[in-house]
């Protein structure tokens, strides 16, 4: 089974609005953590934003917030106010557990194009 | 400040020839150390972790190995290359988790193209 699912391949959205980009998780850890990566066409990924499993508040950076549900294992990304450079392939990430190695399990991305 | 580079950026090589990436990390020491393979279009899939120098665990069965012959410094390599072994590749550490994000720095990548 996936352990992070991304149903979205691609998004649209108009300059200055918001956009939700969806993302589920798969894990029967009680300690997780996830992740929020943005990967531009340049290639490289760009970490945006964190949610621990027991963290009370939804986590936000800047125009970044995560809406974390738990019950329903989702940590979609909300970005605010979209500009044109947010036009990249975004990609959620969870870590199980307290293991040493510290690895990530990605999702398959959502392509987000800013329309002017 | 940290920061971690890998080359080559760019890689074009026949079936059958060998692969040498390497990636260093600066700023760090005793990092925790990634190598992560993308196909086009396609997420990213963990090929190698390291813990230490000379503690490589592989994710997945292929035709790729990794070592890390120093603490900040991790190669990825093939004696053969395969066609299938075509995609980009991301060298990532992080720091020995103990709480909070932990999250992965990443490098530039390496487009390795097989023909």
């Known amino acids: 089974a996936q352990k992070i699912t991304q149903t979205q391949p691609g998004m649209f959205v108009q300059e200055k609005e918001a956009v939700t980009l969806d993302c589920t998780y798969d894990?029967?850890?009680?300690?997780?953590?996830l992740f929020w990566y943005k990967q531009p066409s340049s290639g490289e990924m760009i970490f945006l934003i964190y949610?621990?499993?027991?963290?009370?508040q939804n986590a936000t950076e800047g125009r970044y917030s995560l809406n974390f549900q738990k019950a329903r294992k989702s940590a979609n990304l909300v970005i605010s106010a979209s500009q044109l450079g947010d036009s990249a392939m975004y990609f959620c990430?969870?870590?199980?557990?307290?293991?040493?190695?510290?690895?990530?399990?990605f999702g398959g991305g959502t392509r987000l194009m800013v329309k002017p | 400040s940290q920061t971690i580079h890998q080359w080559p950026a760019t890689l074009v090589q026949p079936v059958g020839s060998p692969l040498s990436l390497e990636c260093t990390v600066e700023?760090?020491?005793?990092?925790?150390l990634y190598w992560y393979r993308q196909a086009a279009g396609r997420g990213l899939q963990l090929l190698f972790y390291?813990?230490?120098?000379?503690?490589i665990s592989s994710e997945v069965p292929q035709n790729l190995s990794a070592s890390r012959p120093q603490d900040r410094q991790f190669i990825l390599s093939s004696k053969k290359l395969l066609l299938s072994d075509s995609g980009f590749y991301l060298c990532?550490?992080?720091?020995?988790?103990?709480?909070?994000?932990?999250?992965?720095?990443f490098g530039e990548g390496s487009r390795l193209t097989v023909l």
């Open positions: 990532a550490w992080s720091v020995r988790w103990r709480g909070g994000p932990g999250e992965l720095f």
């Open positions: 894990t029967s850890d009680p300690s997780y953590g």
């Open positions: 949610q621990g499993s027991y963290d009370q």
């Open positions: 990430a969870m870590r199980e557990g307290r293991n040493a190695g510290n690895m990530l399990t």
């Open positions: 700023g760090t020491s005793n990092p925790n």
């Open positions: 390291s813990v230490g120098i000379g503690q």
